[in-house]
């Protein structure tokens, strides 16, 4: 199975700030990484598909980047309805694999 | 509107049967691939496979040897069944639609705690 890291596991940040959060592949997936956002008690939400395409409906603040086996997702400028925890899940090979997530909290 | 709803038991006891059904409304569930994704703090997101509308299947080899995934198109619904449950199975079990067998998860239900305890 691939491997999925990312970093920070946490953060803490404030309204209006920028936000980077980083995920690495144990292999190289192309661009077959997708980003997900949870809140609290609420299911994954997509974000990003394909590295970089943003879901239909998701605010333009959310952008993703990278290939291969590091990625990033960035928010530029953080709203108070974005804290909440971040997961990447690589779609190259089957099982789909998830990261262990990044939780953004506020400072 | 794609609407998921997961169902079943919240209480399994330890070897027996976990049975989860999901029902699907807002389109057409005779296009797309349907998986079973579960969320426990100890192993975080895992897939557990899907079912397709045609009634295909493909499992997590972590689990295939104990998961059987079904589908009833008449009905709008899917199920899964995992078998032999542990302490280990006890996690919120999301279903979820794929668009193409691409394993981008498009839609979610809202998850149903399942616990294994006697």
């Known amino acids: 199975d691939i491997q999925m890291t990312q970093s920070p596991s946490s953060l803490s940040a404030s309204v209006g700030d920028r936000v980077t959060i980083t995920c690495r592949a144990s292999q190289s997936i192309s661009s077959h990484l997708n980003w997900y956002q949870q809140r609290p008690g609420k299911a994954p939400k997509i974000l990003i598909y394909?590295?970089?395409s943003l879901q239909s409906g998701v605010p333009s603040r959310f952008s993703g980047g990278g290939s291969g086996t590091d990625f990033t997702l960035t928010i530029g400028s953080l709203q108070p309805e974005d804290f909440a925890t971040y997961y990447c899940q690589q779609s190259f090979s089957a099982p789909p694999t998830f990261g262990p997530g990044t939780t953004v909290d506020v400072k | 509107q794609v609407q998921l709803q997961e169902s079943g038991p919240g209480l399994v006891k330890p070897s027996e049967t976990l049975s989860l059904t999901c029902t699907f409304s807002g389109g057409s569930i005779s296009r797309y691939y349907w998986s079973w994704i579960r969320q426990s703090p100890g192993k975080g997101l895992e897939w557990i496979g899907y079912v397709s509308y045609s009634g295909t299947t493909k499992y997590n080899p972590s689990f295939k040897s104990r998961v059987t995934m079904s589908i009833d198109t008449s009905k709008k619904e899917f199920s899964l069944k995992l078998r032999s449950v542990t302490a280990a199975d006890t996690a919120v079990y999301y279903c979820?639609?794929?668009?193409?067998?691409?394993?981008?998860?498009?839609?979610w239900g809202q998850g149903t705690l399942v616990t294994v305890s006697s």
């Open positions: 394909g590295a970089s």
């Open positions: 979820a639609r794929d668009d193409r067998e691409t394993y981008e998860f498009l839609d």
